[in-house]
T-cell receptor, first 112, second 114 residues
């Protein structure tokens, strides 16, 4: 089955700097890769996603890149703000199976 | 507020017991997903229902079961509870039946098994 690794587990950046979180997956047939943001005491919230037929997707300060050959995808946040502080999860949907597997999460702290 | 409601917010019970968690999806959403979040296992997908039918199954234990009713609300039943079942249980909903539709998560039910 699918296995998703995520690095780093914690990340601290200065306000205004960029943050990058990377995930690797094992199932080469996986075809959908979302990123979720989870604030304290709340459920995860989808912030951006990418499908396997696309290499990059941007939404304002957030972008996701996908390298199918290397089986990794990354979240890029530019011009970080204190409200970006949260735990971020990547996930991958198995291509042939039914499972939807999450990475272990990255705790991002944006320091003012 | 995502529009997804979950009850109860907190649940404390003993080992060996059975509990039922309830989820009401956003108006118009046909899919309901159940997830477990624990310190040990992280976030895990359990099961998905679409318009009353089971659509996808993840890491759901045999002691756990779910269903979606004609009014589209869903219930997750957890039986023969163990200490390790203590976790946050999230429900999410989406319009369609595929995982590529945006899933909206509820606030979760915190289950504590003593």
């Amino acid at each position: 089955g699918e296995n998703v690794e995520q690095h780093p587990s914690t990340l601290s950046v200065q306000e205004g700097d960029s943050a990058v979180i990377k995930c690797t997956y094992s199932d080469s047939a996986s075809n959908y890769f979302p990123w979720y943001k989870q604030e304290l005491g709340k459920g995860p919230q989808l912030i951006i996603d990418i499908r396997s037929n696309v290499g990059e997707k941007k939404d304002q300060r957030i972008a996701v890149t996908l390298n199918k050959t290397a089986k990794h995808f990354s979240l890029h946040i530019t011009e970080t703000q204190p409200e970006d502080s949260a735990v971020y999860f990547c996930a991958a949907k198995e291509g042939y199976g039914q499972n939807f597997v999450f990475g272990p999460g990255t705790r991002l702290s944006v320091l003012p | 507020d995502s529009g997804v409601t979950q009850t109860p917010k907190h649940l404390i019970t003993a080992t060996g017991q059975r509990v039922t968690l309830r989820c009401s999806p956003r108006s118009g959403d046909l899919s309901v997903y159940w997830y477990q979040q624990s310190l040990d296992q992280g976030l895990q997908f359990l099961i998905q229902y679409y318009n009353g039918e089971e659509r996808a199954k993840g890491n759901i234990l045999e002691r756990f079961s779910a269903q979606q009713f004609p009014d589209l609300h869903s219930e997750l039943n957890l039986s023969s509870l163990e200490l390790g079942d203590s976790a946050l249980y999230f429900c999410a909903s989406s319009v369609g039946g595929g995982f590529t539709d945006t899933q909206y998560f509820g606030p979760g039910t915190r289950l504590t098994v003593l």
